[in-house]
């Protein structure tokens, strides 16, 4: 059995799902579980409950260790911190279209899913997907995407969305046939592109956004105590 045991801090600086930042989280509750095969071998999981200082909620963080994960200085050393439910930090927000088919409203949100989820390869050919499926939709025709995607000028489409939509063209294509998981930075952007040309044709739904927007204001507002020194 190990010799040391974990030892949370009183108070933690975690992202809030809810308050959409930092925020300090108070310890609540914890729970370390022992489980020994042999005389020599035992494996360690911590199940910690925190509190966030402004909304309240709860979250739970799972720490796991076994014999031998030890620093250099004898240390015991954990596998990286899983939280439940999992942060949503620098995730996308899904957004609404007023008239969107469903179906290519269900390969957006499955695009969005994707990233959110780190997938950053199947997201890549979700894009690629999505605009495939936006010229179908608008009868665009063309022997390849890149001729599709020009031939979109003859919808009036702005121009500075026609050239945003070249560049991601041609990162989904590496993305998926070399299999080179893009860069979140470019997969972000693509989808801001692929967003505006879904607003051009099926305009967003700005009441409903609103709407989602003014609850994450009134989250982010509420009040959060100093932060004290806590544990990474
Ligand atoms: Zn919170």
């Known amino acids: 059995m190990p010799t040391q045991t974990l030892e949370p801090p009183r108070r933690k600086r975690i992202f809030c799902n809810r308050c959409k930042m930092d925020t300090n ?77 469903e179906k290519l409203d269900r390969f957006y949100g499955e695009t969005i899913e994707a990233f959110n989820g780190g997938l950053n390869v199947l997201c890549a050919a979700g894009l690629r997907g999505l605009i495939e499926g936006i010229c179908a939709d608008k009868g665009v025709t063309g022997s390849s995407l890149e001729k599709k995607i020009d031939a979109l000028v003859n919808h009036n489409l702005p121009q500075n969305i026609v050239e945003g939509l070249h560049g991601f063209r041609f990162m989904g294509n590496t993305a998926v046939h070399e299999l080179i998981p893009p860069q979140r930075d470019d997969l972000r952007l693509a989808i801001e592109i692929s967003e505006d040309l879904l607003n051009y044709f099926y305009d967003l739904d700005y009441k409903a956004q609103r709407l989602v927007n003014s609850q994450r204001v009134k989250t982010s507002a509420q009040q959060v105590t100093a932060p004290l020194p806590v544990q990474e």
Do not use: N
Request: proline share 4%; net charge negative; glycine share 10%.
């Open 25 to 101: 989280h108070d310890h609540e509750a914890h729970r370390t579980v022992w489980s020994t095969e042999s005389d020599d071998y035992w494996e360690q999981t911590d199940f910690i409950l925190w509190i966030c200082a402004g909304c309240e909620g709860g979250t739970l963080e799972e720490r796991w260790t076994m014999t031998g994960m030890e620093d250099s200085h004898g240390k015991q050393v954990f596998d990286p911190i899983i939280y439940y439910p999992k942060r949503i930090k620098g995730d996308v927000g899904r957004k609404k279209f007023k008239k969107i088919p």
